[in-house]
């Protein structure tokens, strides 16, 4: 019986610590903040009114939310300019998700556009896009529009065929492959297949269970610490300036997962106890926070698995 549950535990922490951290969370529905149509103007590069012309399912090569990223185009005939720069007909991108707009076509909207890329104008809920019958009040504050000086026929713009579903998987595979983090998704790759293959050399009694114990351990403090050295060395996102920034990843980071490692090596449960102990504060912090680091917390329970298995191995040999 005691074999079977180490066994279960075995696969089933490390599967849920993957599937934790590898698949997208779901979103909740749209919540924005409420702003004036002035404090909206100010953050658009663009507000004009439209009226929709044609809308196109396209891909959108900057979605980070790790599914396949859709988005809409819409292209609109711009009717008056409120603030900003534009021709006779403007192409708008709305998100996929549930904050973006649901445009209609042949209906006029008051459209707060801003520049997320070069080039690309965008809106969703949360910039105070509307239909233009509910934007009374917003036009009452705005500045008077003005006609477009130039003209423009973007017709031709919305007929490129949405990619087959296989090509719109490879675009985005690449995409996620070349940010950074590929570092901590290719970590976890790593550490489930070292799993799998020590569970099934297990099974065949090619592998003792206190070495399968060990090889756990080690995956899980090494994949730690390269994360964590990534943070000092390689950050994608900021240097960390601060010493205090410095020393708390040291000790509260990469310590305990060298900790681990030796712990794994020398088979020390009690060892594997304190690194565990060790390295949760900072690793359910950052857990909470958006980017790569917040797949720190995945070793932990590598680290308890391992503790576990160490623990009930020296209580079976001491009897």
Same mark, same amino acid.
């Not at 089933?12 to 997208?24: C, S």
């Not at 409420?34 to 809308?55: D, S």
């Not at 988005?71 to 021709?87: C, M, N």
């Given at each position: 019986? %005691?074999? %079977? ?13 993957? #599937?934790? #951290?590898?698949?997208? *969370? ?7 903040? &409420? +702003? ?6 100010? *953050? &658009? ?29 819409? %292209?609109?005939?711009?009717? @008056? ?54 934007? %009374? ?6 500045? +008077?529009? +003005?006609?477009?000086?130039?003209? $423009? ?15 719109? !998987?490879?675009?985005? $595979? ?6 950074? *983090? ?11 297949? &070292? ?10 009694? /090619?592998?003792?269970? !206190?070495?399968? @114990? /060990?090889v756990i351990g080690l995956c899980g403090g090494v994949y730690s610490s390269a994360l964590w050295i990534s943070l000092i060395w ?28 030796v712990s794994s090596v020398r088979r020390r449960p009690w060892g594997m106890l304190a690194a565990l102990l060790w390295a949760a504060?900072? @690793?359910?912090? +950052? ?11 995945? #070793? ?12 009930? *191995?020296?209580?079976? @040999?001491?009897?």
């Amino acid at each position: 019986m %005691r074999k %079977r549950w180490i066994w279960m535990m075995t696969l089933l922490l490390p599967l849920t610590a993957l #599937a934790w #951290a590898a698949f997208p *969370h779901p979103c909740a529905a749209c919540s924005c903040a &409420a +702003v004036t149509p002035l404090q909206a103007a100010e *953050h &658009a590069a663009a507000v004009f009114e439209g009226k929709v012309l044609g809308i196109r399912e396209t891909y959108d090569p900057y979605d980070e939310s790790g599914a396949i990223g859709r988005r809409y185009a819409v %292209r609109l005939e711009v009717d @008056s300019i409120r603030k900003g720069e534009l021709p006779s007909e403007a192409i708008v991108y709305t998100g996929f998700h549930s904050c973006g707009i649901d445009f209609k076509q042949g209906e006029t909207y008051l459209v707060y556009a801003q520049e997320r890329h070069p080039g690309e104008l965008e809106t969703h809920l949360c910039a105070g896009t509307k239909a233009l019958t509910d934007a %009374r009040d917003d036009l009452a504050l705005l500045p +008077v529009g +003005v006609k477009p000086s130039t003209q $423009a026929d973007l017709s031709g713009s919305l007929m490129t065929e949405v990619p087959g579903w296989l090509a719109l !998987y490879a675009k985005q $595979a690449w995409n996620k492959l070349t940010q950074p *983090h590929a570092l901590a998704k290719l970590g976890l790759l790593a550490l489930g297949f &070292a799993i799998a293959c020590a569970f099934v050399a297990t099974k065949r009694k /090619r592998l003792p269970l !206190y070495s399968l @114990s /060990r090889v756990i351990g080690l995956c899980g403090g090494v994949y730690s610490s390269a994360l964590w050295i990534s943070l000092i060395w390689l950050n994608p996102y900021a240097p960390l300036s601060d010493p205090g920034e410095w020393l708390a990843v040291l000790l509260f980071g990469l310590a305990p997962a060298l900790l681990a490692i030796v712990s794994s090596v020398r088979r020390r449960p009690w060892g594997m106890l304190a690194a565990l102990l060790w390295a949760a504060p900072l @690793s359910l912090y +950052v857990a909470a926070t958006p980017g790569v680091f917040r797949w720190a917390g995945v #070793a932990l329970p590598f680290y308890m698995l391992a503790w576990l298995m160490m623990k009930l *191995h020296k209580d079976s @040999s001491a009897r």
